[in-house]
Structures are given as structure tokens and as C-alpha cells.
């Protein structure tokens, strides 16, 4: 009696631990790799297919190399990967669709597109909430994956004293540099 209620159970954990795996090797890791330290981020592909491919075209053109987070908002968000440190906007390519409403939430952690008024307005810019936002998600601003490792990393950054640069607010008043962001399984 017991063994025929072991092997099941057996059989349903392992089922559900090779279906984890797979979930894990399909979804996107990426290192962002900044001055204050490296964060490292799971992008959701089955969810979010077109924001993870346009953020992936920019990690594998090495775009945001160079970059700074220029926007920083303690208890917020801190936002970059548009701007070099003498705040020039870097050449973006078309924006992309909203895919805000796809279950992700704005929580601490997650990593959503940065847009304008339009919808559908997102290209380059990013950013990655430093608390529960839920108060964008009816504004449909669409996330697209989260922090694994290196939120104390995101907390130093929204810790920098900010204030207007060059024309921006919430700037920080020294650079925060985005060195490179790379895919984790790629060197």
C-alpha cells in the first residue's frame, strides 16, 4: 500500500522538477553589469515575445554598453539604457507593441519597458521597479521580467543623490554607468 502511494508521488515530483528545468532553460538570463555592482535578470519569452526579443537585440548588439541609468526614483524606479553619461540620446530602432496586460505584474524586482504617452512607444529604455507599482499596470507599462540576483544592487542605485542634469530630473548627480549587459549564458 505504501509503495503504490511512494512511486506516484515520486513519479509526480520528478515530473513537475523536469517541467521547472524547462521553464528555466527556456527563459532568457541576462547580467547587467553597472558601476554599483551586477544584476542579473530572467526575462519572460513565453509572456512577453516581442519586449524580449527587442531588449535581446539591443543586449546582443551590445547597445547599452556604455549607457547610464538616468532616472532614479528611491521607493520607485530607476530607469536607463538610452542615454550615454553626456546624456545623448543613443539611436534607437522602431518602437515596439504594448504587451502590458500579459499577467506580469510592476512589482519590486521586475523589469518592465520604458514609453511615452503612446502605448506603443517603447524601444531601448528599461527599467526596473525599486517597489510595488501596481499603479502602472493600468497604465499599461509592460513587464517583461525580474530580478534573480542583485537587488541590493538596484537599492544602491536608487539610494544616489538626484536632482536636474543636463535638462533631466531625477538625474543622478553621479553617473551611474551601465557597463555592458550580456546574456548570463554567453560570454
Given at each position: ?95 515596439i507593441k504594448n504587451e502590458a496586460g500579459n499577467g506580469l505584474r510592476n512589482v519590486r ?79
Amino acid at each position: 500500500m505504501l509503495r503504490n502511494l511512494i512511486f506516484p508521488a515520486l513519479s509526480l515530483a520528478l515530473a513537475f522538477g523536469l517541467v521547472a528545468a524547462a521553464a528555466a532553460q527556456t527563459n532568457p538570463v541576462v547580467v547587467i553589469k553597472t558601476s554599483k555592482g551586477d544584476i542579473t535578470v530572467e526575462l519572460d519569452a513565453a509572456r512577453s515575445p516581442v519586449s524580449v526579443k527587442n531588449f535581446l537585440s539591443y543586449v546582443d548588439e551590445k547597445f547599452y554598453d556604455g549607457t547610464i541609468f538616468h532616472r532614479i526614483i528611491k521607493g520607485f524606479m530607476i530607469q536607463g539604457g538610452g542615454l550615454t553619461p553626456d546624456y545623448k540620446e543613443k539611436k534607437e530602432k522602431p518602437p515596439i507593441k504594448n504587451e502590458a496586460g500579459n499577467g506580469l505584474r510592476n512589482v519590486r524586482g521586475s523589469i518592465a519597458m520604458a514609453r511615452g504617452e503612446d502605448l506603443n512607444s517603447a524601444t531601448c529604455q528599461f527599467y526596473i521597479n525599486h517597489a510595488d507599482n501596481a499603479s502602472l499596470d493600468p497604465l499599461k507599462y509592460a513587464v517583461f521580467g525580474h530580478v534573480t540576483q542583485g537587488m541590493d544592487v538596484v537599492d544602491a542605485i536608487a539610494a544616489v543623490p538626484t536632482g536636474v542634469v543636463k535638462g533631466y530630473e531625477d538625474a543622478p548627480r553621479q553617473p551611474v554607468l551601465i557597463q555592458s549587459i550580456r546574456r548570463a549564458d554567453v560570454k
